[in-house]
């Protein structure tokens, strides 16, 4: 069975320092892996996404992650924090076997940005 | 602009009332669904629909009840067989088939509030 995990439902930095924001998946099947992005009392925007092509991902907002199969992992990160980014960040395991493109999501992990 | 709307952005609901939760999308896609979000929780799935007239239930389905009668419209139902509906609702949708169909894209949400 796929499911996500975010290491950390809670992340803070200093503006201009490295964000990285944790996630491993597990999965029976070559997954399609998602980064989205929830401003307060908002719904979900698409930062980027993974499916089988580059392993390197570039999103928008100067956000980026990286699929690491032998790790199970697909961690975002960003070199330079900005006060804007602070919001709760969602990773997010497709296809669901069976399940037509059913999405499985981590809990969120909160990133605080601190002058 | 092409998007979903979701309204209205508040709704209180009474003991033993039934509410319903609009979603309107204009994309043009097939599948749409619905999540129940809770703080800590991540998204759950309520109810999903891959084409007109036909829909299946997700992960938490007790307690709501769906339609899909056009395309564009996919409107969730929260029953009185619901004991605790207090949670943010989000609507989403995915092309179905083809190029980026495994994209889900969300609208700004329903806050449900218990008096």
């Known amino acids: 069975a796929q499911s996500v995990t975010q290491l950390g439902s809670h992340v803070s930095v200093s503006e201009g320092a490295l964000v990285l924001l944790r996630c491993n998946y597990s999965?029976?099947?070559?997954?399609?892996l998602f980064w989205y992005v929830q401003y307060p009392n908002q719904g979900l925007q698409l930062l980027l996404k993974y499916t089988s092509a580059a392993t390197l991902v570039k999103g928008i907002n100067g956000f980026e992650a990286e699929f690491k199969k032998s790790e199970t992992s697909f961690h975002l990160t960003k070199p330079s924090a900005h006060m804007s980014d602070a919001a709760e960040y969602f990773c997010?395991?497709?296809?669901?076997?069976?399940?037509?493109?059913?999405?499985?999501f981590g809990a969120g992990t909160r990133l605080a940005v601190h002058p | 602009d092409g998007g979903i709307t979701q309204s209205p952005k508040y709704l209180f609901r009474k003991e033993g009332q039934n509410v319903t939760l609009s979603c309107e999308q204009n994309?043009?896609?097939?599948?749409m669904y619905w999540y129940r979000q809770d703080p800590g929780q991540g998204l759950r799935l309520i109810y999903y629909s891959q084409i007109v007239n036909d829909f299946q239930k997700g992960d938490i389905a007790e307690g709501y009840s769906v339609s899909r009668e056009k395309k564009e419209s996919f409107p969730l139902t929260v029953t009185s067989a619901q004991k605790n509906p207090t949670a943010f609702y989000l609507c989403?949708?995915?092309?179905?088939?083809?190029?980026?169909?495994?994209?889900?894209?969300f609208g700004p949400g329903t806050r449900l509030l218990v008096l």
């Open positions: 989403a949708s995915s092309a179905g088939q083809g190029v980026s169909s495994e994209t889900q894209y």
């Open positions: 994309l043009n896609h097939d599948a």
């Open positions: 999965s029976s099947v070559p997954p399609y």
């Open positions: 997010a395991v497709g296809p669901i076997a069976g399940g037509y493109n059913k999405l499985i």
